[in-house]
């Protein structure tokens, strides 16, 4: 009787073990099926076999590009505003003028520009600033004094003067004074605190005098200056502080400085000047 129970046992126990082996390698292959990668799609082509590459909005050059005004919009909203604000107050300006003329063509066989004086120039007066709107627009202007003292430069091979029977200039110098008033427009954006000026300048001689080798002669009552000058400006301006700033500008004349009487042998005599100053708002 025991030998039966015990063959029951054995055969139920092979039996238990063989489906727990069957079971074990079904759940493997189940797990071994499910670890496998899945296959890839094939990428996206053209009919011509070109791969097809989808860029996102993200990655575009206008995307970017849209971003980066709107960060730099941000950033100068936050910046400290400059508005224009009437102000008046004292200037002055330090430059370097030089007088030129054209080799006249009936009178010599070259005809080019060459520098006849240079110098040191000055200005000091009243500037005003008039805003036209609160931070883009505003009028410079005032009124100005202005002293020059130019020494010639020796090229009698273009030019004497029916003044000075001596061909010889290396003596020769020339003092100016005026008075002159500028009008310029001045522009800016409106956290800047540089400002961009064009405009024109009139400018009234009080003094016109040539010496050379202690010779005096005064162009104005001589009838060889021209009674008013204009000319043009542009340059740039900053604000240091809210009451000083810094300038600097050229100045080119439009109109002859004299006349062609002065000299035999050139035309078209006319001035520009570079120079920096400072002006400084009282109020």
Same mark, same amino acid.
Request: aromatic letters at 12%.
């Given at each position: 009787? $025991? ?31 499910? $670890?496998? %990668?899945?296959?890839?799609?094939? %990428?996206?082509?053209? %009919? ?23 960060? $730099? ?57 008039? %805003? ?109 502080? $809210? ?41």
């Amino acid at each position: 009787m $025991k030998r039966y129970i015990i063959g029951i046992l054995l055969t139920a126990a092979f039996a238990f073990a063989q489906d727990a082996s069957t079971d074990s390698a079904s759940s493997s292959t189940s797990s071994a099926t499910v $670890k496998e %990668p899945v296959e890839q799609a094939a %990428p996206e082509r053209t %009919p011509e076999g070109y791969r097809i590459i989808r860029i996102s909005t993200e990655e575009t050059k206008v995307y970017k590009d849209s971003v980066a005004e709107v960060k $730099k919009a941000e950033e100068e909203a936050k910046r400290e505003t400059v508005p224009f604000k009437f102000s008046l107050g004292p200037t002055a300006t330090l430059g370097y003028r030089s007088i030129s003329g054209i080799s006249d063509l009936n009178y010599y066989s070259v005809d080019s520009v060459f520098t006849m004086f240079s110098g040191l120039s000055s200005q000091i007066g009243l500037a005003v600033l008039i %805003p036209l709107s609160e931070y883009n627009f505003a009028i410079r202007t005032g009124a100005l004094f202005g002293y020059t003292s130019l020494i010639a430069h020796n090229y009698t091979q273009y030019y004497r003067s029916t003044l000075y029977e001596n061909d010889d200039w290396s003596d020769a110098s020339l003092t100016q004074m005026r008075i002159s008033i500028p009008l310029l427009l001045a522009m800016k954006t409106r956290v800047s605190t540089a400002m961009f000026e064009l405009g024109a300048q009139v400018s009234f001689p009080i003094v016109d005098e040539m010496s050379n080798y202690g010779k005096k002669t005064d162009l104005i009552d001589e009838g060889f200056r021209a009674s008013v000058d204009v000319s043009l400006l542009f340059g740039i301006e900053i604000f240091v502080t $809210k009451r000083l700033s810094i300038s600097a500008l050229l100045e080119i004349q439009l109109n002859d400085t004299y006349n062609n009487d002065i000299f035999i042998g050139v035309n078209d005599v006319s001035y520009f000047d570079i120079k920096v100053g400072a002006t400084y708002a009282v109020f």
